[in-house]
């Protein structure tokens, strides 16, 4: 069919696959971390309080003192070479792997930030443009929050509400007890024993927190890391007790207990002064994996009479990890499903 004179090229149609991560600083400067951490801390889902009182202390408080001590936990763990932290890193590296997955001239795939560059609403319109009709998001969170999957999906939604043509939507849902989830965890547990000469005497599995009363509001964050973790040390089928905890609290409310950081100062105590530690919940090693529990928790860990103290990496871009994002998003392509 002729099209009207002057009519805009509309290109083939494809589909969009964006894997979005929770985010990052540009740089570990001041400036930029400050950026970072004003978006994060402004978002409603992150933070529940009056929002006039809340940005009074953000703005006069907070991000006047907290940038310093944030930019030195990143420069512990900046990678210089590349220059970038080793959350993009590894969520890059997850997306080329899966790009080398699903090769075809007729699907897209991505990766965006919660928080910082690149964002969401960039994201989509450069898919939007090339063609991409159908949209799969996968937001890297395997336990659902409000704090993290809901405000995923009210960014992309956000984005959705500024575009004349709209593309389809499909957000895959949490995947805590996803059987090739659990394997992979399994086998990077299995892989790390295999590499110590030591017998650990528990396993600390360590998620973020979130505040006692977003629970009791009725998030179920917490029920899905307990599932994860049961369902991890049933695959385990070894003689290692395997705790959860609860780490990277932030303010003076109370948060999902027991606390990693109080944790690692008591196990030592108790005679487990030969500790694992893995983050089932962080799909790519990050500030929080690599600063605050493989420095600061061990620091703490040994202070206290500890041991041996290893931390197991994140999934990362291992290739059991990229099977587990093949899986996901192929359930939701239509042509795999057709």
């Not at 960014?155 to 949490?174: A, G």
Request: hydrophobic residues 35%.
């Amino acid at each position: 069919m002729n099209q009207p004179n002057k009519h805009p090229i509309i290109p083939k149609e494809k589909t969009g696959i964006l894997l979005i991560n929770l985010g990052t600083p540009d740089s570990t400067g001041w400036w930029d971390i400050r950026r970072y951490l004003k978006e994060f801390l402004s978002d409603r889902r992150v933070i529940e309080l009056n929002p006039i009182l809340w940005q009074f202390i953000l703005n006069f408080f907070i991000l006047t003192f907290r940038p310093s001590k944030t930019a030195k936990a990143y420069k512990e763990i900046w990678m210089e070479e590349e220059n970038m932290s080793p959350l993009r890193y590894f969520t890059q590296m997850q997306t080329l792997k899966l790009q080398k997955r699903i090769e075809k001239e007729t699907i897209e795939i991505d990766y965006a930030m919660r928080y910082g560059n690149p964002g969401i609403k960039e994201r989509m319109n450069e898919m939007r443009e090339k063609g991409c009709q159908n949209i799969i998001i996968l937001p890297l969170y395997p336990q659902y929050a409000a704090a993290t999957t809901a405000s995923v999906c009210d960014e992309v939604y956000r984005s959705l509400m500024q575009m004349r043509w709209q593309p389809s939507l499909q957000i895959i849902p949490h995947y805590e007890s996803n059987q090739i989830y659990i394997k992979a965890l399994k086998k990077s547990v299995i892989k790390t024993l295999k590499k110590i000469k030591w017998k650990p005497d528990i396993i600390v599995a360590s998620y973020h927190g979130i505040p006692q009363k977003y629970f009791e509001k009725g998030d179920p964050y917490h029920c899905y890391c307990q599932k994860t973790s049961r369902l991890l040390e049933e695959s385990l089928k070894i003689k290692i007790p395997l705790i959860t905890t609860f780490q990277s609290r932030f303010g003076p409310d109370e948060w999902l207990q027991p606390y990693t950081d109080k944790t690692f100062e008591t196990l030592p105590a108790e005679g487990k002064k030969n500790i694992l530690v893995i983050c089932p919940g962080f799909a790519s090693d990050c500030v929080e994996t690599l600063e605050e529990i493989s420095i600061q928790g061990k620091e703490s860990f040994m202070e206290n009479g500890g041991k041996n103290f290893q931390m197991i990496p994140c999934l990362n871009f291992d290739e059991d990890h990229i099977d587990l994002f093949e899986h996901l998003v192929k359930k939701y392509i239509i042509n795999e499903r057709a």
